[in-house]
């Protein structure tokens, strides 16, 4: 049950919420303005992180729309109050691949679907550590074989902006021509979907900063996921002594607006995959782009993988998971969809993820029967079976929440659709 708020509390959340929008969308500049805005008030006048949480649980029970920037500004106040308790060095490395994100890094005056992402960052990461002295940041892009040169705009831009001591950018295919370590499996960047460069910008961000406490993080190319709750997303692994924390946009924490209808899909393939990956029990939402390691976990788990491609997360996941129990927290976040030119479709990576799941499953997994089975099963499916699954899942799945996925074994394989 949520503690009572004191009556100035209560007036100070009506007051906020009252100049929130009904509607957000982080690309739009006055937008985030607002949410900058609130979480400064916020900040400015409460500075006890367990006063702001007993607020972020009465909003949790608010439906009214009016209440999502408000929602979203408690949780970058926690964040930022977190990151102001950091007294000791601590180097952060946030790192983002981008491929045909030639029009989103540009600004809205400059494209339609421009988010300007790029400058963004850059000032979440600003406004997140401004008081934070002994913290120190970068951020790396990582162009993942773009044909219309991203990682070139990307280039420019941190150039024309004096961005250089923030913000820096590498290719994949140097990586692959140079014969670096997190690249010797490639030939070619078309073999990877931003896996490859995300590791390449992990491999980087370790092999340059080898001295005192740092965090990789990696995250999206676009705005969904705002910067400023790097604070509550490394806090497990700076405090509890975790080694993976991932943002999770399926904890009752939550805060998520998503615009398309992905949501039968994607408990379809959730639960499909927690057939053959048993060691992630605890962990729904693998995709998130928005996850933290300490530094000194990453050698031993980016070396020698086998997917470089859309499902890298979980095989990240697994990796850490074998190298030492509980050693991964899951964290509530906010994420506001934007998809407006979005580069990935609606159906089309739930297939070949699931199939190199079923390789992960084989090199990783102690094997089973029933895991054996839903291998087998995936790996003779075609995109013309699968599109039929997608239209016949099976409703023990549908009615069910992904949570409960831990547990539930009703549906087997010859429940689902037969080629």
Same mark, same amino acid.
């Given at each position: 049950?949520?503690?009572?708020?004191?009556?100035?509390?209560?007036?100070?959340?009506?007051?906020?919420?009252?100049?929130?929008?009904?509607?957000?969308?982080?690309?739009?500049?006055?937008?985030?303005?607002?949410?900058?805005?609130?979480?400064?008030?916020?900040?400015?006048?409460?500075?006890?992180?367990?006063?702001?949480?007993?607020?972020?649980?009465?909003?949790?029970?608010?439906?009214?729309?009016?209440?999502?920037?408000?929602?979203?500004?408690?949780?970058?106040?926690?964040?930022?109050?977190?990151?102001?308790?950091?007294?000791?060095?601590?180097?952060?490395?946030?790192?983002?691949?981008?491929?045909?994100?030639?029009?989103?890094?540009?600004?809205?005056?400059?494209?339609?679907?421009?988010?300007?992402?790029?400058?963004?960052?850059?000032?979440?990461?600003?406004?997140?550590?401004?008081?934070?002295?002994? =913290?120190?940041?970068?951020? $790396?892009?990582?162009?993942? +074989?773009?044909?219309?040169?991203?990682?070139? &705009?990307?280039?420019? /831009? *941190?150039?024309?902006?004096?961005?250089?001591?923030?913000?820096?950018?590498?290719?994949?295919?140097?990586?692959?021509?140079?014969?670096?370590?997190?690249?010797?499996?490639?030939?070619?960047?078309?073999?990877?979907?931003?896996?490859?460069?995300?590791?390449?910008?992990?491999?980087?961000?370790?092999?340059?900063?080898?001295?005192?406490?740092?965090?990789?993080?990696?995250?999206?190319?676009?705005?969904?996921?705002?910067?400023?709750?790097?604070?509550?997303?490394?806090?497990?692994?700076?405090?509890?002594?975790?080694?993976?924390?991932?943002?999770?946009?399926?904890?009752?924490?939550?805060?998520?607006?998503?615009?398309?209808?992905?949501?039968?899909?994607?408990?379809?393939?959730?639960?499909?995959?927690?057939?053959?990956?048993? =060691?992630?029990?605890?962990? $729904?939402?693998?995709?998130? +782009?928005?996850?933290?390691?300490?530094?000194? &976990?990453?050698?031993? /788990? *980016?070396?020698?993988?086998?997917?470089?491609?859309?499902?890298?997360?979980?095989?990240?996941?697994?990796?850490?998971?074998?190298?030492?129990?509980?050693?991964?927290?899951?964290?509530?976040?906010?994420?506001?969809?934007?998809?407006?030119?979005?580069?990935?479709?609606?159906?089309?990576?739930?297939?070949?993820?699931?199939?190199?799941?079923?390789?992960?499953?084989?090199?990783?997994?102690?094997?089973?029967?029933?895991?054996?089975?839903?291998?087998?099963?995936?790996?003779?499916?075609?995109?013309?079976?699968?599109?039929?699954?997608?239209?016949?899942?099976?409703?023990?799945?549908?009615?069910?929440?992904?949570?409960?996925?831990?547990?539930?074994?009703?549906?087997?394989?010859?429940?689902?659709?037969?080629?």
């Amino acid at each position: 049950m949520t503690p009572p708020l004191s009556e100035s509390t209560e007036q100070l959340i009506h007051q906020l919420t009252a100049k929130s929008p009904k509607e957000i969308d982080l690309t739009r500049d006055d937008h985030a303005d607002i949410v900058y805005d609130l979480t400064n008030t916020l900040v400015s006048l409460i500075d006890d992180r367990s006063e702001i949480s007993t607020i972020e649980s009465y909003l949790s029970d608010q439906e009214e729309k009016g209440t999502l920037a408000l929602r979203l500004a408690v949780m970058l106040a926690k964040s930022k109050l977190w990151v102001r308790t950091l007294d000791t060095p601590l180097t952060i490395s946030v790192v983002f691949a981008v491929y045909k994100e030639h029009n989103r890094i540009r600004t809205r005056s400059e494209h339609p679907h421009g988010e300007d992402f790029l400058r963004k960052k850059v000032g979440q990461l600003e406004w997140l550590f401004e008081q934070s002295p002994s =913290v120190s940041w970068e951020l $790396i892009i990582v162009d993942d +074989g773009c044909p219309e040169n991203s990682g070139g &705009i990307a280039k420019q /831009i *941190i150039e024309e902006n004096n961005l250089r001591s923030k913000a820096r950018v590498l290719f994949l295919a140097e990586a692959i021509e140079q014969g670096l370590d997190p690249a010797k499996s490639l030939e070619d960047t078309s073999q990877s979907q931003k896996g490859g460069s995300i590791v390449y910008g992990m491999w980087d961000a370790v092999h340059r900063n080898k001295e005192g406490r740092h965090i990789v993080i990696y995250t999206d190319a676009d705005l969904s996921t705002h910067l400023g709750q790097v604070g509550a997303l490394i806090e497990p692994i700076q405090d509890s002594g975790k080694k993976v924390a991932i943002g999770s946009r399926r904890e009752p924490g939550s805060v998520v607006i998503k615009k398309a209808g992905r949501n039968n899909r994607g408990k379809l393939f959730i639960y499909i995959w927690k057939q053959m990956i048993p =060691v992630l029990g605890h962990i $729904i939402d693998t995709q998130c +782009g928005f996850k933290a390691f300490d530094a000194a &976990i990453v050698p031993h /788990i *980016i070396d020698d993988m086998i997917e470089s491609k859309f499902a890298f997360d979980i095989e990240l996941l697994v990796r850490s998971a074998l190298a030492e129990k509980d050693s991964i927290a899951k964290v509530p976040i906010a994420w506001i969809d934007s998809e407006a030119a979005s580069t990935t479709t609606d159906i089309q990576p739930y297939l070949p993820m699931l199939k190199s799941i079923a390789k992960m499953y084989a090199r990783y997994m102690e094997p089973n029967a029933r895991a054996d089975e839903f291998a087998k099963y995936v790996a003779g499916l075609t995109d013309t079976d699968f599109g039929e699954l997608l239209e016949q899942i099976p409703e023990a799945i549908v009615q069910r929440e992904p949570v409960e996925f831990n547990e539930f074994k009703g549906v087997g394989v010859s429940d689902l659709y037969q080629p």
